[in-house]
């Protein structure tokens, strides 16, 4: 018992130090990937295990960045999104089967025929053929959607489904499609009758009690972190615009690294059995439904560990969380540059603490 409290006491003296260390790291890793600011948070179920931040909300400025700030999470919009089409379907207003014709019956007649079987489930697994459209040229080819977000978010669903499929529907393949996460929210608003960003608002801010927003984080509050892009190999400071309305439920939404953990506690707590807002059924629905990508998340064995996780990408933004099931562990990496070493420092500093925490 001697020996059990003096462990014991090494580690909680040494767990100040661990915490600094990583602190060093990620700053190490954010001037190494010439990063402007960065933020990090490994957590459990139940608690923060250690949380931090480094850099400056604005390149070549002094302003340093906070764990109070808030990021652009770019497509890990998506999981969200998933996560509200978990709670509509334990409410009973969609179940995973239905098909797109059968929920959006304007579709007939309008689109390609191939699409109208598709089900809700195939659109947010990313097996529905699809399209990206995660690319501005993409987007710009697109006609200029008018109406009320519902409107416009239907009218791009029609849009898109009257391409070829870029796979084969429902194939072993995936590919990530803002036009399916897309055309899956536009089924939601029709079931609820409800814009995706009230629904957002009803089912995960409200019982979370976390404050989930939409759009660049500094649209609404110029002492918000801005997100950079490389241009012609120079970092600069994105300008800041609206979204297209119609693709807002894929790509949009933006909260701070602290809201963003108990978002991802509430999955882990389901996935132990422990009261949460999504019920396990559901989380593991979301997490681990399909082999390599579910909804809204990439699953895979790491040394013999389910690890469930996901890159989020925007053009000046960078994000990559994680959960490792049977440790009961989350890991959020956020940082505010969207370039190719925006998304490296996110994953570099990521796998090293999943490194660290997950040991086997």
Not at 195 to 200: F, P
């Amino acid at each position: 018992m001697k020996k059990l409290c003096c462990l014991v006491l090494l580690v909680v003296c040494c767990l100040p130090v661990l915490s600094q260390t990583f602190s060093l790291m990620a700053d190490s890793i954010r001037k190494y990937r010439g990063v402007p600011g960065l933020v990090y948070a490994v957590f459990d179920a139940d608690k923060v295990i250690d949380i931090g931040a480094t850099g400056v909300r604005e390149f070549r400025k002094k302003d340093s960045i906070r764990i109070t700030d808030r990021f652009y999470i770019g497509t890990n919009s998506t999981a969200f999104t998933t996560y509200l089409a978990a709670r509509l379907a334990e409410q009973g207003k969609i179940v995973w089967s239905a098909p797109i014709v059968k929920v959006l019956p304007e579709v007939n007649g309008k689109t390609m025929k191939l699409y109208h079987t598709v089900t809700f489930r195939q659109l947010l697994s990313q097996r529905a053929g699809i399209r990206p459209y995660t690319e501005q040229h993409d987007l710009k080819s697109l006609p200029l959607f008018t109406g009320s977000r519902t409107e416009q978010r239907k009218a791009f669903a029609i849009q898109v489904m009257k391409q070829p499929p870029l796979l084969i529907v429902d194939s072993s393949q995936t590919v990530y499609s803002v036009g399916g996460t897309v055309t899956a929210a536009a089924m939601m608003e029709k079931v609820t009758a409800r814009a995706w960003e009230d629904l957002v608002t009803q089912y995960i801010g409200k019982p979370l009690n976390i404050a989930i927003k939409f759009g660049l984080p500094r649209l609404t509050d110029s002492l918000q972190p801005s997100g950079h892009l490389d241009v012609n190999g120079m970092l600069q400071p994105e300008r800041v615009s609206p979204t297209m309305a119609a693709i807002v439920p894929a790509i949009d939404i933006n909260i701070s690294l602290k809201d963003y953990v108990i978002f991802m506690q509430d999955m882990l707590k389901a996935l132990q059995h422990k009261k949460s807002n999504v019920s396990t059924g559901g989380a593991t629905q979301l997490l681990s439904s399909f082999p390599g990508q579910s909804m809204g998340w990439e699953n895979e064995v790491w040394k013999n560990l389910h690890m469930l996780h996901s890159l989020g990408k925007s053009a000046s933004f960078s994000s990559y969380t994680m959960i490792i099931k049977e440790k009961n562990i989350g890991i959020i990496v956020l940082c505010n540059s969207g370039t190719v070493s925006g998304k490296s420092a996110v994953l570099n500093f990521g796998r090293m603490l999943r490194d660290y925490y997950c040991q086997p």
